[in-house]
């Protein structure tokens, strides 16, 4: 019986390294979903552009960015994993005029989920979120 036990207990564990193994990034992820539920980030439904013509983004993962509008700056979250994002010249696919929506605009093809007001201190600190110093 103990050998069974054995046997199963290190099926389960293969199978568990090979789920972490699939999804690179799971941990950053959890970071940054952690992050926004600890720092009590709200929502928002629209982010006012104005008359911007140059965006600045920093690529968190797949899933998030945190775009830079001025002196503001948001976490995007996507609705998807967004592998277009690996070309750094993005700009929002904005529906509204001077307006950036959640679950109707996107970047680079990828709809935007949540949109979060960040401050430069904790925009900092997602960029750093989940890496060695």
């Not at 046997?7 to 979903?33: H, K, R």
């Not at 539920?37 to 104005?50: I, Q, S, T």
């Not at 993005?90 to 529906?95: C, F, N, T």
């Amino acid at each position: 019986m103990k050998h069974i036990s054995a046997g199963f207990a290190a099926v389960v564990l293969a199978a568990l390294m090979l789920s972490c193994a699939a999804q690179p990034g799971a941990d950053e992820e959890d970071a940054i979903a952690d992050f926004i539920v600890a720092a009590e980030l709200e929502p928002l439904d629209v982010v006012r552009l104005g008359l911007v013509k140059h965006w600045n983004f920093k690529q968190l993962n797949e899933d998030y960015i945190v775009l830079r509008v001025r002196d503001d700056h948001y976490l995007v979250e996507f609705r998807r994993r967004c592998h277009e994002l690996n070309n750094n010249n993005i700009r929002p696919d904005k529906r509204s005029g001077s307006m950036l929506r959640a679950g109707i605009d996107t970047i680079r093809g990828c709809l935007i989920d949540r949109m979060f007001a960040i401050d430069k201190g904790q925009a900092e600190e997602l960029e750093h979120i989940g890496k060695a110093p």
